[in-house]
């Protein structure tokens, strides 16, 4: 077996970080929430924190890019005990797809039910506008589709079956329940749902990219959340996703707008207020 098909993770590493936190933290949470870039703002809404830097944090990889803190952050939201991930490992960071997903397994080990993940995205959808917020009802995989899949490699049963479904991998339940918290908190009228598709990255797409997007049927494109909805629904954790849609996809060829990373985090910093209203109440009701 080759070096990239064995399993990069350890059922006994991953017992070894949990086994740290539990003797760092009292919080027993049932909620974890990844933070997208310039999301990082979530965990400090959270209660009687205590917050530890990926990089004390045994076997834990560390963040690298901008808009990503770095830190796991135990408290109390809404008076649910919960961990925010504050910043997220991308597979263009030079990570391990496996490793990407690490932190999703620790969870899983730690006792949490509910994976909340949120990320910043291009909308590909013609309907949607700068500052909607996207729920996720379902994604395309692409790098998946070229072999990078965190479940590839000899399959460990303590985490979950060797052919998980994803068929119903976004949970319509808590679907529904932020599609009514939305209308309670003001939200309604900028949220969407639709296809999240991930890409490798760390460019942007082309503009042939983007066509071919749109006809598989994205409606966002992103560089994340993917392996780890895939790995927590392996795990048997019910997921809930949003995407921030802080750009359009530039589809035509005579357009002079070009992507880049800081018109994202000022879209994120626009919206970021509102993300965490329906969030926080989503939690609330959990």
């Known amino acids: 077996m080759s070096a990239s098909n064995q399993c990069r993770y350890k059922y006994e590493e991953c017992k070894e970080t949990v086994d740290w936190l539990l003797a760092h933290t009292n919080i027993r949470p049932k909620i974890a929430i990844i933070c997208g870039s310039g999301l990082g703002g979530l965990s400090d809404l959270l209660n009687n924190s ?33 961990v925010c991930m504050k910043g997220r490992f991308h597979f263009y960071e030079g990570y391990d797809i496996a490793m990407v997903t690490y932190p999703v397994r620790v969870f899983f080990l730690l006792g949490i039910e509910t994976l909340i993940v949120t990320n910043a995205a291009g909308g590909i959808n013609s309907h949607f506008k700068l500052g909607d917020i996207m729920m996720i009802t379902d994604h395309i995989n692409i790098p998946g589709f070229a072999g990078q899949n965190p479940l590839c490699g000899p399959n460990d049963e303590r985490f979950g079956v060797r052919f998980p ?122």
């Open 50 to 82: 205590i917050a530890f830097p990926y990089k004390d944090i045994p076997h834990f990889p560390r963040s690298t890019v901008a808009g990503h803190a770095g830190q796991l952050v135990f408290g109390e939201l809404k008076g649910k005990q919960c």
């Open 165 to 286: 479904c994803m068929s119903d991998a976004y949970d319509k339940d808590l679907a529904k329940l932020a599609g009514q918290t939305a209308e309670e908190q003001g939200c309604a009228n900028f949220l969407q749902q639709g296809v999240y598709c991930m890409v490798a990255g760390p460019n942007y797409e082309t503009v042939a990219e983007c066509k071919i997007l749109q006809l598989l049927g994205a409606d966002a494109v992103g560089m994340s959340t993917v392996p780890e909805v895939v790995v927590a629904r392996h795990c048997g954790l019910r997921v809930f996703g949003l995407s921030l849609i802080t750009n359009m996809v530039v589809s035509d060829y005579n357009s002079k707008e070009l992507i880049n990373h800081e018109e994202v985090l000022e879209t994120t910093r626009m919206r970021s207020q509102d993300i965490q209203r329906l969030i926080s109440h989503l939690v609330e009701k959990i």
